[in-house]
């Protein structure tokens, strides 16, 4: 009845996402995505999905139970697919050679070795984590030591989605990369995976390289993503030292059609699961090429950010008077971006951890991360109060940062606010998405990014 039989091994932000726009986009393939832990399994099943992103619901139920099936039997997905997805987490090494730098790649290996014992016949293996450049030579090489005369084709088919923005992402991709090997099975794995994407995806969107370029341009694409966002914040604290404004700058440097005017959002720093880990990876792969200017380079845009990141607390510090020993001070969003319940290496998390070293009383708000916010605070919810509700929050604070920038903030009714908190009352804007004129007119202290503060003393 299906012409194609596909699995995805990693059913996380985005095997879950990916494999629902090809399920949805392509009724005559079935799609099992697999995954180890029951409890994803079991959400992605429900309509409470394990992840919050806009549109995905809909998504997942346009193609669920019919030609889009959701299980923790990976063996038998395996089995039946000739096409095997494998997107399964590739975080930073914490032990060992590399630690703290290397991609951890236990869990692919872990899975190219399941694919190997149960397959009785030729597949492809597509990576869609994102690898170190070489990955798809040393899967090759364990899976094709075998002895039973089938060959493993690894494709490498990076995913250029952002959290929050999934869906459109899929549907509307900038481009789709698909890198092979240039021996004819290579070609001929290359041109099934194409076929795929070919059912929405304009083909000249569709960009394919040699194996070892695609898997690069991965790590690539997001070293200057996040060194684009390192760039303007290392101008924002010079504008807040020299009375320019970061937005003004942004603008004018952005009408230049040569750089172009998105992600040049100066924040608190940038968060989200990948951009540390695969500026690590990258700066790692220099290290042991014996490229250390090539490292240092890379390595001080991660530099950058933890100097956001910290300068954001310490400017706090210094504006409440140097102490905030037992103030209650609000954070507005916990979420490494808006639209998204995702802590991984959010900013918050750092943050709140330095506000908490500072004695302050934390009190925490974001409309999707919370549950996120629980596990990642675990230690520490003695200290800290969580609520859904930003009036609650702001109520007796001190002050209130502004860490994801959810649209939600822009329209709460500041005035209230500003009658329930403590006086004087801040507000440090880590995202600039206020209108601080109108705010100070109310009567807070306004600390924005890559401006200068506008106070009442
Ligand atoms: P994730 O942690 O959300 O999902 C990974 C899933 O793999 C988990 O559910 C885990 O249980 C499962 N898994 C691990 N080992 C397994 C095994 N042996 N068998 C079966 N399942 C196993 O991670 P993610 O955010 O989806 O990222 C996956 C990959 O995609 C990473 O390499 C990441 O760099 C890359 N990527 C992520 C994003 C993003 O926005 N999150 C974007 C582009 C690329
Ligand atoms: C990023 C890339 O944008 C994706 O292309 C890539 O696929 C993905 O990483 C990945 O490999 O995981 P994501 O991390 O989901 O996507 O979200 P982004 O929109 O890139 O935001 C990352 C961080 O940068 C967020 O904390 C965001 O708030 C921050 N940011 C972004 C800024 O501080 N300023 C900006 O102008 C833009």
Known sequence: MFSKRI?????????????????????EYKINVVDVSEARIKAW???DLPIYEPGLLETVKAARGRNLFFSTDIKAAIRESEIIFVSVNTPTKTFGEGAGKAADLQYWEKVAREILQESTESKIVVEKSTLPVKTAQTMENILNANSRGIHFEVVSNPEFLAEGTAID???????????????PE???????????????VPRERILTTNVWSSELSKLVANAFLAQRISSINSISVLCERTDA??????????????????FLN?????????????????VYICESYGLYEVAKYWESVLNMNDYQETRFVRAMVRAMFNTIVGKRIALFGFAFKANTGDTRETPALYISRMLLDEQ???????PKALENAKIDLADALDKIELTEDPYQAAAGAHAVAIVTEW????????????????KPAFIFDGRNILDHRRLFEIGFNIYPIGRPAMKHF
Not at 171 to 183: F, H, S
């Open 266 to 282: 100066a924040s608190v720093g940038f968060g989200g699961s990948c951009f540390k880990k695969d500026i690590l990876n990258l």
């Open 7 to 27: 699995a995805c091994i990693g059913a996380g932000y985005i095997g879950g996402p990916t494999m629902a726009v090809i399920a949805m986009k392509c009724p």
């Open 45 to 47: 099943q429900t309509d």
């Open 407 to 422: 649209d939600c903030y822009r329209t709460l009714d500041w005035e209230k606010i500003y009658q329930s908190m403590e």
């Open 245 to 262: 404004s970061i937005a003004e700058v942004a603008r004018v440097i952005g009408a230049d059609s040569r750089i172009g005017h998105r």
């Open 169 to 183: 992402d899929l549907l509307a991709p900038d481009r789709v990369l698909i890198g092979a090997q240039e021996t």
């Open 186 to 200: 290579g070609q001929k794995a290359c041109r099934d995976i194409v076929e795929i994407y070919s059912h929405w």
């Open 360 to 366: 302050a009383k934390l009190v925490i708000t974001d």
